[in-house]
């Protein structure tokens, strides 16, 4: 036995490999090796195993294969392989498994293989086979439980006798020709996989979908594909008696009339149902309120009428849901707030009307696509539109909304496009738009907008820019966009002036009166005063800040000013005494305890101060300093601090914070063993999460804020998961603000040389004595990501000779990325492959799309992690970056 798989080899496959005469079991498999097969090993006549996938081999297979008569399974997909599938291949009587997948065979497929009695896998998708099938493939393979032809250029029909072949499984007959009638499955209880999609199928009326009764006796049946075919009649009442195990039913793109039935509500483990492009009408039944493991539900392109149901609440696992381009009417049900977890939501071309509902705008799990164009909805956008912050695109146009456009659409900061034409919104443009760095198509032509156009517009990467049709005056900015009339479009805007010559505006004239010259010598003066005034304020608060900070705050727990006051009495209650039992952590200034407050009756965590020491004072204050000021949804949320004495008169410090329920990121990432029990592992899609979400926390505090602020300790311990595992940088221990002369005004912790941060994530600069900067808080995320797609810490025992994670996976991703990925994510990923051929487009999209965005994963931890700063990748960059990856991969889970 030879076992060489997945080693990296290239260059041929050696020809005295044929020497080894009594060799039964070769596997070169996942290895880099190209060139033609070597005639000789047709001469190992012993050989019972032979495994050449996923590698670059090119040229016929075995012309002497026949020779092999040994041989029980031949394993050469994923290759370059041409030519005729040999005939000879049919000579291997003692064949069971024969998989030729995605190679670029042509011709037929030799009428011999289908004749070999023993052989129970067999696959030759992804080639340019063309050709029919044998009418008696049913019975001359009666072993068969693996068919994959998909992805073929084959015709004729499926033939009747497979519905024989009772032993099967799987049957994946995709894109390819297939016309006429489909025939039973009634005999084949186990098959739990059917795709036959996109081909000719059906076009005979009433009985097209007769073949779905016959598998209501399949009771393991899982995925069902029909997508893209010729079917017509309506959907029988039978399916509602298909097996309960099904979770995946496509039916898109054919010709199904009719209403849905009742019974589809009965099919309770359904997670895809897409029945998107056919002529279904009437209502959707109230029965789907029992789908509630549905995870993607497409109804578009139907003549479905009526109201969308309230029900659809009920379906919390939702990430995908399209209604689009139906005759819904009636208003948004506000019960959609339910789907906590929607990632894209299209309800376009419907009759909908009415507001739209505050709390359907601000579902802030939208981050892909948010779809209300073409209804007459009216009204404002309401404010919650900010909480938007990860959508990529919303689409408002063409309905009947008005007022100003809310300034806190400007949240919407990884907001690619933006369409609210066709509306009635009038006023500016709000300022806080300028926020919004990741826009690159807005059109907000044909309303009663006003002012003049605003020149942040220059600064933003816009690619296609439309203020048609408003009410805009004043001076045509000249930068960015507006250097191209044919990404600008200004048409419809009588008052405009200047620009560039393209644009064919008249030139814009100035007159200043002497009255307009006094208004604004007092201007001038107002803004003086105003700054006198402004600085006194801040004096003001500095001394207040200054006098709460000293004094003894072992009062009451409750205060005129609206926050939650404790003391020391309190929260020793809250935590039974800091007992052990409720300590969930110890830090490098102190401990973090889980506690019950009387006054409020919630679960908080209380990080306590060990004053003893050295910094821990200034820890306090600074994180004091840092959380007073600072709002986002993705940062560790401070409830209240206590300074003042225990009971033995010893000074007392602590912080009470949002309790996170699910841990820390480090605990889910290096769990003891007991942790294993408790916790799932997290998955691909987690981990891309929860890095979006600190590369969101990092880009408010480094962009946002009034001045930047420097983190200095972001680690995976100091990355918090609540109740939906979303991610909260906490521990602003040692964070900084920017300019740091600032920062000193504030709070005397000035020394460079100060700064500690966590062994493994500082920034190489900092040990040199150099400044805190943002770049270092960049070298520490991309640190974290790795270690979050590696499961290695950044200093790993397996590390030797100066190796580190960063040149661990530097190599890795020059050589094969796989060799750096958690294994836990590598089984997951081995489960969405087994997958793949349900697709419904694109040719073996799974390990090539999953690698891509491993790939670009591991790119943007590399490249933020570079040992110069100037060679780092900004965060805002690295947070656009990763959220387009989620994008891809969003759409291949969607896809398979």
């Known amino acids: 036995m030879l076992f060489l798989s997945n080693n990296s080899f290239s260059g041929e496959i050696p020809s005295n490999l044929s020497y080894c005469s009594n060799m039964i079991f070769l596997d070169l498999g996942f290895n880099m090796l190209k060139g033609n097969l070597p005639t000789e090993l047709g001469s190992l006549s012993k050989l019972r195993t032979l495994i050449l996938q996923v590698n670059s081999l090119m040229g016929n297979i075995l012309p002497s294969s026949g020779n092999l008569s040994s041989l029980q399974e031949f394993a050469s997909s994923e290759n370059n392989f041409s030519g005729m599938i040999p005939e000879t291949l049919g000579q291997l009587r003692n064949l069971n498994f024969l998989d030729l997948f995605g190679n670029k065979f042509v011709g037929t497929i030799p009428i011999s293989i289908f004749n070999i009695s023993a052989l129970a896998w067999l696959d030759v998708g992804e080639n340019q086979l063309e050709g029919g099938l044998p009418s008696d493939l049913g019975f001359t393979l009666p072993n068969i439980k693996i068919i994959n032809m998909g992805n073929n250029y084959l015709t004729g029909p499926i033939p009747e006798s497979i519905s024989n072949a009772s032993n099967l499984e799987e049957i994946q007959f995709y894109q390819n020709d297939f016309t006429g009638k489909v025939p039973s499955f009634s005999k084949m209880r186990g098959i739990n996989w059917i795709n036959i999609q996109f081909n000719n199928l059906g076009g005979e009326q009433s009985t097209d979908l007769d073949f779905l009764c016959s598998l209501t006796n399949s009771t393991k049946l899982k995925v069902l594909g029909i997508s893209g075919n010729a079917f017509r009649g309506l959907l029988p009442d039978c399916i ?92 948004i049900p506000s019960s959609l707030k339910n789907c906590q977890n929607l990632l894209f939501m299209s309800l376009s071309t419907n009759n909908l009307s009415g507001y739209i509902p505050p709390e359907i705008m601000g579902l802030s799990s939208l981050s892909i696509y948010l779809d209300l164009s073409q209804n007459s909805l009216i009204g404002p956008i309401p404010k919650e539109v900010g909480k938007l912050q990860h959508l990529g695109e919303l ?127 007092a201007k001038i003066l107002i803004s003086s005063i105003s700054a006198l005034v402004g600085v006194a304020c801040i004096l003001s608060l500095l001394y207040v800040f200054w006098f709460r900070r000293n004094k003894n705050a072992s009062a009451s727990s409750s205060s005129e000013d609206g926050f939650l006051h404790v003391s020391y009495h309190n929260l020793l209650k809250a935590t039974c005494g800091f007992s052990s039992t409720n300590l969930l952590g110890v830090g490098s200034f102190g401990s973090v305890y889980r506690g019950l407050l009387d006054q409020t009756q919630s679960v908080v965590a209380i990080k306590t101060l060990d004053l003893t020491c050295d910094g821990a004072s200034k820890s306090f204050i600074a994180e004091c300093e840092v959380l007073r000021r600072i709002r986002h949804r993705n940062l560790v949320k401070v409830l209240t601090a206590c300074s003042g004495f225990d009971f033995n008169g010893n000074d007392f410090k602590a912080l009470v914070y949002e309790f996170m329920s699910n841990g820390s990121l480090d605990e889910w990432l290096h769990p003891t063993t007991s942790q294993y029990t408790e916790r799932n592992k997290l998955s691909l899609l987690e981990r891309v999460n929860i890095a979006i979400d600190v590369a969101c926390a990092l880009d408010y505090l ?154 670009l994963i591991i790119e943007v931890g590399i490249t933020c992690s570079f040992e110069s700063s100037k060679e780092r990748m900004g965060i805002y960059d690295a947070l656009t970056k990763l959220q387009g990856m989620r994008k891809k991969l969003l759409e291949f889970i969607v896809i398979v």
Request: hydrophobic share 35%; with cysteine.
């Open 240 to 331: 509602s008696n298909l097996s309960t195990t099904l979770s995946q039913f496509w039916l898109a793109d054919n010709h199904i009339s009719r209403t849905l039935p009742y019974g589809i509500g009965s099919l309770i483990n359904l997670e895809i149902l897409q029945i998107q492009g056919n002529h279904i009408s009437g209502n959707i039944p109230s029965e789907i309120r029992n789908l509630n493991k549905l995870k993607i539900l497409d109804l578009s392109q139907n003549k479905l009428s009526g109201q969308i149901p309230e029900s659809f609440g009920n379906l919390s696992m939702l990430i995908h849901l399209d209604l689009n381009s139906n005759n819904f009417r009636g208003s």
């Open 702 to 855: 480094h962009h946002h804020y009034e001045m930047p602020i420097v983190h200095c300790d972001l680690k995976p311990s100091n990355v918090l998961l609540d109740d939906e595992m979303n991610g909260h940088v906490g521990d602003f221990g040692l964070a900084r603000f920017l300019p740091e002369a600032t920062h000193k005004l504030l709070v005397d912790q000035s020394s460079s040389v100060g700064v500690k941060g966590s062994f493994g994530y500082v920034a190489p600069e900092y040990g040199a004595g150099s400044a805190v900067s943002t770049e270092g808080d960049v070298y520490s995320f991309g640190v974290l990501v790795l270690e979050m797609f590696t499961g290695k810490r950044p200093i790993d025992d397996t590390f030797e000779n100066g190796l580190d994670l960063h040149r661990f996976t530097k190599a890795a991703l020059a050589d094969r990325v796989e060799k750096a990925i958690d294994p836990i994510l590598l089984q997951e990923i081995e489960e969405l492959e087994k997958r793949r051929t349900i697709a419904p487009e694109g040719k073996n999209r799974s390990w090539c799309s999953i690698k891509d965005c491993l790939v």
């Open 395 to 521: 689409r408002l146009d063409g309905n009947k909304l008005s007022q100003h456009i809310p300034s806190s659409i400007g949240s919407c900061i990884s907001m690619e496009r933006l369409y609210v034409q066709d509306n009635f919104f009038e006023g500016p443009l709000p300022s806080l738009m300028s926020s919004m760095r990741g826009l690159q198509v807005l059109n907000v032509s044909n309303n009663q907008l006003s002012g003049q156009i605003p020149k942040f517009l220059e600064s933003l990467n816009l690619t296609n820019l439309s203020l048609s049709y408003n009410d805009f005056e004043g001076a045509l900015p000249i930068g960015g966009v507006f250097r191209s009339a044919i990404l600008t479009s200004i048409v419809g805007n009588k008052k405009l002036c200047g620009g560039l010559p393209d644009f064919q505006l008249p030139k814009c004239y100035y007159k200043e009166s002497k009255q307009k010259r006094i208004s604004g010598i």
